[in-house]
């Protein structure tokens, strides 16, 4: 089945994809198969239906098929010679050793682990100065974000000079933080991504997949032009029968009828050769998996818990003060101060006024999710004011 994703929820990997006859499937990350792509809103993708329910989903990729049978055979002739067609990959004799996930040396995944762990650690350790020393210090960033930037952007509307000064460099502080934070969970959310990304990349598993899959490229190349090929012969041999033993054609049409065959015979041999090099590839692909996923994936985990935390305390401190700073300059403008005095927003502002005033102008027998998440939130602010 071929659909589109329409719908996908990075949070928990849930989603829904429209199929071209316009069927809807709900779907979670646990059903994507593809190691080199994302799922994301928009992307075509192919799924492996069962009962009518999705088992396996991966990227669409156009599968071309040249319908002119002359320039057809002309490419498989090209590929059984060996011919300006990827002659490294099909010249070269398989060396299982070469591939083999015994290649890797020792301590492999530490390395690439601190590599890829990197630039999180620089983030922190640039921002490390915003972490306030005091748990009262710091708001729940992931809790509160949502309404605190809906507050400022309103805020905004009432007095456009709130975006200067330091305010202004927190904000954007806060939003390149995020953004290095939401970079990372997406390779903590797919973790068989992760272990292509961060890890088989640099080892001989990509090597050994690309032989695979350029393998399998050519067999379905040469297994497409067969029919054609033995509809050639059967029409050459008509047309041989059909003329006298002496007509000059006839030997001309024995050649090429000869010719045809041994190209079919060749063609047959290449594909039997190609099998047998697929037998032996796929479980050194295997064997990658077999050796080092369980392994990567247990420390993966261990330093993006690690490593994400710290980054999450800083958030954390970072909302505490953006909403400090950004009521502190909301108490000393007037134009806000008059409008919250008409609202009977009363002072000293903060998020927790004026949330308890935005819950007030709602009505309660007919609550979105995201508004009971707001009455969430109020009893979380009241806990920490």
């Given at each position: 089945m071929v659909g589109t994703i329409i719908f996908y929820n990075l949070d928990n990997g849930s989603g829904l994809i429209l199929s071209e006859e316009t069927d809807k499937y709900?779907?979670?990350?646990?059903m994507w198969n593809d190691l080199d792509n994302l799922p994301s809103i928009g992307l075509k993708i192919e799924a492996m239906l069962e009962d009518e329910n999705i088992k396996s989903i991966v990227k669409y990729v156009k599968k071309e098929r040249n319908s002119n049978i002359d320039s057809g055979i002309e490419e498989v002739k090209e590929i059984i010679e060996n011919s300006n067609y990827d002659s490294e990959i099909l010249n070269a004799k398989l060396d299982p050793d070469l591939y083999?996930?015994?290649t890797v040396p020792k301590n492999f995944i530490d390395t690439t682990m601190k590599n890829f762990f990197s630039p999180l650690r620089e983030t922190?350790?640039?921002?490390?100065?915003?972490?306030?020393?005091?748990?009262?210090?710091?708001?729940?960033?992931?809790?509160?974000?949502r309404f605190l930037f809906?507050?400022?952007?309103?805020?905004?509307?009432?007095?456009?000079s709130l975006a200067n000064g330091s305010l202004t460099e927190v904000y954007q502080n806060i939003q390149n933080i995020n953004s290095i934070h939401?970079?990372?969970?997406?390779?903590?959310?797919?973790?068989?991504?992760?272990?292509?990304?961060?890890?088989?990349?640099?080892?001989?598993?990509k090597e050994a997949k690309k032989r695979l899959k350029k393998n399998i490229s050519y067999m379905q190349n040469i297994e497409s032009t067969l029919p054609a090929m033995e509809f050639e012969i059967k029409q050459k041999a008509s047309e041989l029968d059909s003329l006298k033993k002496d007509n000059d054609n006839s030997i001309a049409i024995r050649e090429n009828i000869k010719h045809l065959k041994s190209l079919y015979v060749d063609a047959i041999d290449k594909i039997g050769?190609?099998?047998?090099?697929?037998?032996?590839?796929l479980p050194i692909t295997d064997e990658y998996?077999?050796?080092?996923?369980?392994?990567?994936?247990?420390?993966?985990?261990?330093?993006?818990?690690?490593n994400i935390q710290n980054l999450i305390s800083i958030l954390n401190s970072m909302a505490f003060l953006f909403d400090r700073l950004m009521w502190d300059k909301a108490s000393h403008s007037k134009v806000i101060k008059k409008h919250f005095e008409e609202s009977n927003i009363p002072y000293p502002y903060s998020s927790l006024t004026f949330l308890r005033y935005y819950l007030k102008t709602l009505?309660?027998?007919?609550?979105?999710?995201?508004?009971?998440?707001?009455?969430?939130?109020?009893?979380?602010?009241e806990s920490k004011n």
């Open positions: 709900k779907f979670d990350i646990t083999s996930a015994k922190v350790d640039k921002y490390k100065n915003y972490e306030l020393s005091s748990k009262k210090e710091s708001l729940d960033y992931f809790k509160i974000k809906t507050a400022y952007n309103n805020l905004l509307e009432l007095d456009i939401n970079a990372y969970k997406k390779s903590y959310m797919y973790p068989k991504i992760a272990f292509s990304t961060i890890f088989l990349r640099y080892t001989r598993y050769n190609l099998r047998e090099e697929n037998e032996i590839l998996f077999e050796l080092f996923f369980e392994k990567f994936s247990e420390q993966f985990i261990s330093s993006y818990e690690k009505n309660k027998s007919k609550l979105s999710e995201e508004n009971e998440k707001l009455f969430e939130l109020l009893k979380y602010l």
